[in-house]
């Protein structure tokens, strides 16, 4: 029964060895979009814990944030900007991966701990995902004019005009 159990194992048994390949491929597509957004390089590290080929999995992804020497052990003790990004990367290959790549894309205020370069990377990514991929709408709450208002034909909807820059044309919907 020990074999058994040992085999069987999420963390080191053939169910780790068959789920360490998705993993990776998973974490590539996500680091490719984080890549178009982040300003220096930001990468998702898979959650082997050994150097081999082995499939010790901790369930840990640590980042290499800047350069190789500079390691975050684990992914949730990133930045909130960082995590946003990750966060939109997981999204958006998620979507892909359960076949909802044709269903909105919602994105609630998406952006409000980024700074400028970083929001400008991102919108022009997301973007970008609208023109290439099969999302059918998008659905972005923001009170940067920065971010909605580089979307060409989109219907704005203001629900309350204090504290945000409104277009000359909006509620036409």
């Known amino acids: ?11 080191t048994g053939i169910i780790a060895e068959g789920l360490i390949g998705f993993i ?3 974490i590539n597509q996500m680091n490719l979009m984080i890549k178009k957004i982040w300003a220096y390089p930001l990468i998702i590290q898979d959650c082997s814990n050994s150097e081999t080929e082995g499939s010790d ?3 840990e992804f640590p980042l290499i944030v800047g350069n190789k020497t500079n390691i975050v052990s684990d992914i949730k ?4 900007g960082m995590l946003e990004i990750i966060n939109l990367a997981f999204k958006v290959v998620a979507m892909k991966y359960l076949g909802l790549s ?3 894309l919602y994105l ?4 409000k701990t980024l700074d400028k370069e970083h929001i400008s990377l991102a ?10 991929n099969p999302f059918t709408q998008l659905f972005f709450v923001s009170h940067h004019d920065v971010s909605y208002g580089s979307f060409n034909n989109a219907e704005v909807c203001v629900l309350d005009s204090r504290n945000v820059t409104v277009p000359s044309v909006y509620n036409e919907h």
């Open 102 to 104: 044709e269903s909105p």
């Open 1 to 11: 029964m020990e074999f058994l159990l040992r085999e069987l194992s999420p963390t």
């Open 24 to 26: 990776r491929t998973f």
């Open 123 to 132: 919108t022009a990514t997301i973007k970008s995902l609208m023109g290439l």
């Open 77 to 80: 003790l990133g930045s909130t």
């Open 108 to 111: 609630d205020e998406f952006g």
């Open 57 to 59: 999995l901790d369930y």
